[in-house]
């Protein structure tokens, strides 16, 4: 909110101008990021958890400003509905039904998955999404203009719009910790939960790791883990004891980076956004010149009447 109308227009200009320029360009996301095969990640094992929200609080008080005790997060009431995040609430656990066993739900933590190639990230056209190279996609306030097309673009529906504040307005969302984990640590869920549901690690080895639990107990989960390739990859996966769809999982994701689908459109929307200002600056210049000769000619043909 802080950026003024100068700096926005040059920012515009700089998306446009590198639209021009063709594949060398970096005016999009998904363009300037390849990947780095060191970034990190967090496997969910939802077979393990116990639904304590233990996460949640951690995350309130690592993340949030208003900080909220512990007995808060120990009310079991707001499982009668699922919730998603939003501006307060950076990850949420729901719960389920387990179809295989009906005395022992199963518990699902969501949050911002920080996708490998970010949909939020390329839509945002002042580029207040990075994907950084360890692995969380952060977001940058002062850059944002609040136009949520992030929360349009987002398959996980993450991004979540702050409305208390009418003045400073904010877009918010899980930052994976980006402090702590640029620091060697872990993120405040992963550290706090006590039934290690949670593994942070190397992507690439989680993944291995994933696959090895499944082969070692078929019986125990579905052959499938999420994140490993939905929308081109994500640093949050999962592995379940029942398939994903019925635990509010989206499947119909295909393995595709959603950047790739709007790669052409939103190179126009660049293009659009310089050449568009510019002619509508030259409509206005050249309508300012033909009223200045109109009035000159009036008052030339006023002066001639008065003179005869």
């Known amino acids: 909110m802080s950026m003024d109308r100068r700096t926005c227009l040059k920012r515009l200009a700089g998306l446009g101008g590198a639209s021009l320029l063709g594949p060398a360009s970096q005016a999009l996301a998904h ?64 719960r389920f039904d387990n179809p295989r066993d009906p005395e022992k739900p199963i518990y699902v933590k969501r949050q911002c998955m920080h996708c490998d190639e970010p949909a939020c990230a390329s839509a945002c ?45 904010e877009v918010t969302k899980c930052t994976f910790c980006f402090d702590k984990v640029s620091d060697g640590e872990v993120p405040a869920c992963v550290k706090v939960c006590p039934v290690e549901a949670l593994t942070f690690g190397k992507r690439k080895e989680l993944i291995d790791v994933a696959h090895e639990k499944i082969r070692a107990k078929p019986e125990q989960y579905v052959n499938h883990v999420y994140g490993e390739t939905e929308v081109g990859g994500t640093s949050w996966m999962y592995i379940s004891p029942v398939p994903f769809e019925e635990l509010g999982f989206r499947t119909d994701l295909g393995t595709t980076p959603i950047p790739q689908y709007s790669r052409g459109f939103l190179t ?41």
């Open 31 to 94: 363009e300037t990021f390849s990947g780095n095969p060191d970034r990190f990640g967090v496997l969910v094992d939802l077979s393990v958890c116990v639904g304590c929200r233990k996460c949640e609080w951690a995350c309130n008080n690592a993340n949030l400003p208003e900080k909220k005790p512990i007995e808060y997060f120990e009310d079991e009431s707001v499982f009668s509905e699922v919730r998603r995040m939003h501006a307060d609430t950076f990850t949420v656990v729901n």
């Open 268 to 308: 126009m929307v660049s293009l659009v956004l310089v050449t568009w200002p510019v002619f509508c600056m030259g409509a206005y210049t050249f309508s300012k010149r033909r009223e200045k000769v109109a009035e000159a000619e009036s008052t030339e043909k006023i002066s001639e009447e008065e003179q005869s």
């Open 125 to 169: 056209f002042v580029k207040a999404f990075i994907k950084t190279p360890e692995g969380p996609v952060i977001h940058d306030a002062s850059l944002c203009m609040g136009c949520r097309y992030c929360m349009l673009s987002c398959p996980f529906d993450v991004p979540a719009y702050q409305y208390n504040d009418a003045f400073t307005p």
